[in-house]
């Protein structure tokens, strides 16, 4: 069975931290990971990945894929309060465009 | 605004009763995808439609259904309604073959079921 694991649960930080949050995953065909972010209910799309060690980056964050080692990372530099949220990543494998969500993980910033 | 539109936005409703959600795509977009967030399984997805049919399906109830019309919009029908399904029902569309990856996926504010 297809499984995304994300880590950690939830953080908090300071404004101006940087945050580092893990995507693990076992997927039989993999195509691409997505990371989203979620505030109060829509989540909205930040990157998609489908190519090993290229990194994605888009402002403050930025994101690597490691096809090898099954796993993703989205980095959030300088933090602000703004970033509270929920990160969600999610694997698409090859066949049956099927979509696989991991739990997310709640990152709350504090002034 | 993403440009899909969900109704209602919210939901309350017995359990054994049935509902219906609905979702207008972004303009031009073929692929209408639903998801189901509960508090303690995070977002799961249930089923995918192309173009009026159905394309891919997740972890999806027998109980749900769902459909997507000439229009496009799309509907997804709970029945047999158990406490367990009170969540929030994400609809995300997508232009182009169906595939998610290649033209972003945008998703819809959500309805809230609560389930009495």
């Known amino acids: 069975e297809d499984k995304v694991v994300q880590s950690p649960l939830s953080l908090v930080v300071h404004e101006g931290d940087t945050v580092t949050l893990n995507c693990s995953y076992e997927v039989t065909n993999f195509r691409s990971l997505l990371w989203y972010k979620q505030e109060k209910k829509a989540p909205t799309f930040l990157f998609m990945l489908?190519?090993?060690?290229i990194e994605k980056k888009s402002g403050r964050l930025s994101s690597i894929l490691d096809k090898k080692e099954l796993f993703s990372i989205l980095n959030i530099t300088a933090t602000q309060t703004g970033d509270s949220a929920v990160y969600l990543c999610?694997?698409?494998?090859?066949?049956?465009?099927?979509?696989?969500f991991g739990g997310g993980t709640r990152v709350l910033v504090k002034p | 605004d993403s440009g899909v539109t969900q109704t209602p936005k919210h939901l309350i409703t017995a359990t054994g009763q049935r509902v219906t959600l609905r979702c207008s795509p972004r303009s031009g977009d073929l692929s209408v995808y639903w998801y189901q967030q509960s508090l303690d399984q995070g977002l799961q997805f249930l089923i995918q439609?192309?173009?009026?049919?159905?394309?891919a399906k997740g972890n999806i109830l027998e109980r749900f259904s769902a459909q997507q019309f000439p229009d496009l919009h799309s509907e997804l029908n709970l029945s047999s309604l158990e406490l367990g399904d009170s969540a929030l029902y994400f609809c995300?569309?997508?232009?182009?073959?169906?595939?998610?990856?290649?033209?972003?996926?945008?998703f819809g504010q959500g309805t809230r079921l609560t389930v009495v």
């Open positions: 489908t190519s090993s060690g």
């Open positions: 995300a569309s997508s232009s182009g073959g169906g595939r998610i990856e290649n033209t972003e996926a945008f």
């Open positions: 999610a694997v698409e494998e090859a066949a049956g465009n099927k979509l696989t």
């Open positions: 439609y192309y173009n009026g049919e159905e394309r």
